[in-house]
């Protein structure tokens, strides 16, 4: 199991007992729980070891293929330091986290070998203004990320939250798979699964619902820009659209977020970590 942190200390202390006294010590369902931090500044690390898992910065595994800021980056570095047939990833920010979550996510792998994906899918409550609204959640997903799908890639609109940080994969696969440095991971690797394996490698798992910390206009913005990078590479792969890199940088470029002067603009370059798998095993000459 990997969890990617970026001060998270209010949750993940939480998640990983659940994790450990359930899945590790009553049922022994989980080999490894691993933290992957980005440089948190509380005291998510402490609280991490404390509950009971492997702590790691993502800086400091594998220093020798360097580093870039993301959440993507932190998955991808979790290769270096996993060792399970299946991987696990939950993000570190959930308030209602259950077993189910990893539970859930692992059986279908373990009982159907036809299948090597599985995402779970929730409803979203969405906190504003001191309200919890029952719905709401996932406005990225649902304005950007599935509307997408619909057009360019219609058999992946049938993922309920296509951006859900939880999932289960055989590791095999996710060597096989590029990472972007970024919130564009989960996009691309629905599409290369899709590209690689076909639909019927991926199975979805309802864990009902899931409370989180909600990110504002600004966030939501950045992470947009983000996918729609991604988006749109995999798309001119797969000879859908046609764009040129300058386009695509030049956007990057001007990308503004949040609807105000003081707006912060977004300068993301475009990073893709390699396969694993071609680290340790190059293609022959």
């Known amino acids: 199991m990997v969890i990617p942190t970026l001060n998270e200390a209010a949750t993940i202390g939480s998640i990983i007992t659940v994790v450990r006294e359930r899945l590790v010590d009553c049922f022994p369902l989980v080999d490894e729980i691993v933290v992957i931090d980005s440089g948190s500044a509380d005291d998510t690390c402490e609280q991490a070891r404390r509950a009971g ?3 790691y910065l993502a800086k400091e595994i594998a220093p020798e293929q360097g580093h870039f800021a993301g959440k993507g980056e932190n998955l ?6 996993t060792h399970g047939d299946i991987s696990v990833f939950v993000d570190g920010d959930i308030r209602d986290f259950h077993e189910g979550f990893v539970a859930g996510l692992v059986g279908p792998l373990l009982e159907e070998e036809e299948l090597s994906y599985v995402k779970a ?8 203004g001191g309200l919890q609204l029952p719905e709401g ?3 990225v997903s649902e304005i950007l990320v599935r509307p997408l799908f619909a057009m360019f890639y219609p058999s992946l609109v049938d993922f309920v939250q296509p951006l859900a940080g939880e999932y289960a994969v055989r590791r095999a696969l996710l060597e096989k798979l590029p990472f972007p440095r970024g919130y564009g991971v989960e996009t691309s690797h629905l599409i290369d699964v899709l ?5 019927e490698s991926f ?3 309802d864990m009902e619902s899931r409370r989180h910390r ?9 992470m947009a820009n983000e996918i729609l990078q991604v988006f ?3 798309a001119e792969r797969d000879g859908i659209m046609n764009f040129s890199q300058k386009w695509l940088s030049r956007y990057a470029g001007h990308a503004q977020f949040g609807g105000s002067e003081s707006a912060a603009k977004n300068n993301l370059e475009l990073v893709e970590r390699p396969p694993y798998h071609t680290l340790h095993h190059p293609p022959e000459a």
Request: aromatic share 10%; with cysteine.
């Open 203 to 205: 199975a979805q798992c």
């Open 232 to 234: 749109m590479m995999r």
């Open 121 to 128: 899918f929730y409803r979203r409550p969405l906190h504003e």
């Open 214 to 222: 909600n990110r504002d206009i600004a966030e939501l913005g950045g």
């Open 195 to 199: 590209h690689q394996c076909g639909m």
């Open 137 to 139: 959640g996932g406005r």
């Open 76 to 81: 991808w570095k979790s290769l270096f330091v």
């Open 53 to 55: 898992a492997m702590v």
